[in-house]
C-alpha cells in the first residue's frame, strides 16, 4: 500500500520508527515531513498529506502531532478526506470500519510508540462497512458535495 505521513514537532520523535516499521511491512511510504524537533506549524504538513491522499497520490494517509487533534482538523478540511484520531486500539478499526476513514492521526505526546505502531496496523488493516455506514458516509458525502468547491 503507498502512504503519505506527516508530522510536526510534537509527533517527529515516533514518525522514524513507524516509517521503518511500514516499510518492513512491505508498504511504500511518502514522507511530508517535518524531520526535527524544531517548532514548526503542523498545519503545513497535515495539508500536503491529505492532499496527497485525496489525489490518489496515496491510499492513506498518517499523521501525528502532540495530541492529533489539530492535524486531524486540517486534514478534514479537505475535500474527500475522513480523518479519525486513533485513540485507541478499538476506535483505530471502527474509523474505517463505520466511518470509511482515509487518514489516520495520533497524539505521541499522549501515547507511546508502540502504540501507534500497533494502531496504525489496525487502521490499515480494517475494513469498511457497508449497509447503514455507508448509507452514513454517502450522508457526509453529499453534504461534502454542495458545500465545497
Not at 511510504?29 to 489525489?55: Q, W
Not at 485513540?87 to 487518514?103: A, F, G, K
Not at 496504525?120 to 449497509?131: K, Y
Request: some cysteine; hydrophobic content about 35%.
Amino acid at each position: 500500500m503507498k502512504i503519505a505521513i506527516g508530522c510536526d514537532h510534537g509527533g517527529f520523535p515516533a514518525k522514524d520508527p513507524l516509517v521503518k516499521h511500514l516499510k518492513e511491512e512491505g508498504h511504500e511510504v511518502i514522507e511530508f515531513g517535518t524531520n526535527s524537533t524544531e517548532s514548526c506549524h503542523y498545519p503545513e504538513f497535515a495539508f500536503k498529506v491529505a492532499e496527497a491522499v485525496a489525489s490518489g497520490q496515496a491510499e492513506k494517509g498518517i499523521l501525528i502531532c502532540s495530541s492529533g487533534e489539530g492535524m486531524a482538523i486540517c486534514a478534514n478540511k479537505v475535500k474527500g478526506i475522513r480523518c479519525g484520531i486513533g485513540y485507541n486500539y478499538t476506535v483505530s478499526d471502527l474509523i474505517v470500519e463505520h466511518n470509511h476513514c482515509n487518514m489516520i492521526a495520533f497524539g505521541a505526546k499522549y501515547m507511546s510508540t508502540e502504540d501507534i505502531i500497533k494502531r496504525t496496523d489496525i487502521f490499515l488493516e480494517a475494513v469498511p462497512a457497508s449497509g447503514r455506514h455507508q448509507i452514513r458516509v454517502d450522508m457526509i458525502t453529499d453534504y461534502e458535495n454542495k458545500h465545497t468547491k
